[in-house]
């Protein structure tokens, strides 16, 4: 039992200077701290711990407590984001998630479908091709699948630049919002005129 004293000892002796560590000691364990073993009464003592009674435990409210209470007030519940107007900055990051997850499914798709079916892209191509679609429907499918692919490319260069701590304050951030939607539709349209 000494020899388990005296590697004890040095490691309270360190701890006890730490309030975090007192405050802990001092809660309502301290009945169990302060007992008749050997450790725990070292423990006490490196550590001046005085036994107290704790405090009753107060009553639990209840749940809609807040709730009632403001509508006794009448105060109108929380509107959440309806009070708040929309920001670009939330709104390109919002987009830049769901680019990135769309180019995500994009490339799954993409090699899924390669493995299941029989024939090679470019029979696939030239069979769209024979169908003789309006180049209007054909611009547009290209768009919708170009545009999460230059958002999202546009959008990590940016991030890229801000993580060179470059142009974080609010002024740029917001410009650098519309510049990223305004390069990123010229280059979806370019991309689907190919």
Known sequence: MSILRIAFLPTFRQVSNNLCFKRLLSSHSTKLLCGKTPASYVLCQQ????????????????????????????????????????????????????TGAVCAMQIATFAVLSLILPESVDY???????????????????????WPWCYHIIDGTRHLIWDLTS???????????WLVIFLAVCATMYVSTL
């Open 47 to 98: 550590v001046h711990i005085e036994p107290r009674i704790a405090k009753e435990p107060s009553k639990p409210c209840d749940v809609d407590y807040h709730d009632k209470s403001n509508m006794e007030k009448g105060r109108p519940m929380s509107p959440f984001i309806t009070i708040y107007a929309t920001e670009i900055q939330g709104v390109a990051s919002i987009h830049n998630r769901i």
């Open 124 to 146: 696939y191509v030239h069979k769209i091709n024979s169908w003789n679609l309006p180049v209007a429907v054909i611009f547009f499918a290209k768009y919708l699948n170009a």
């Open 167 to 177: 142009f974080l304050t609010s002024k740029s951030v917001i410009i650098s919002s």
